[in-house]
């Protein structure tokens, strides 16, 4: 069972996380198309802090002795999928600059021949 003590600090950390996206998106500094993966891991976040006997049910089925360690384990696989959601975006962003370069080269060249 989680101590009231790890309880009480994972759902202010909680409550923090999803104050800093809701800024975040109000100041449209984070698209809401990116906003919702890490909604949806808040909202697992809530779901682990609170019930409490699921979280102790995940952890006799993968043989883990302690919640908190589970909650490590679930926090690195978290970044792990925010890291490789990043690394799609940063590859489709590279590979547009790329052919935007590409165009604007086109264009000088057209306009250094006339």
Known sequence: ???INLKL??????IVYF?????AIKKESMPIKSSIIWFFFGIIMVICIFIGP????IC????????SNLLLFGGFMSLLILSFDLYVL????????I???????ILENEIKNK
């Open 9 to 14: 600090f994972l759902g202010i950390v909680t």
């Open 19 to 23: 104050i800093i996206i809701l800024i």
């Open 90 to 97: 940063y590859y489709k962003l590279k590979k547009n600059n």
């Open 1 to 3: 069972m989680i101590s």
């Open 54 to 57: 699921f979280l102790d049910l």
């Open 99 to 105: 052919i935007l370069a590409q165009k604007v080269a």
């Open 60 to 67: 006799e089925v993968i043989d883990v002795k302690e919640v």
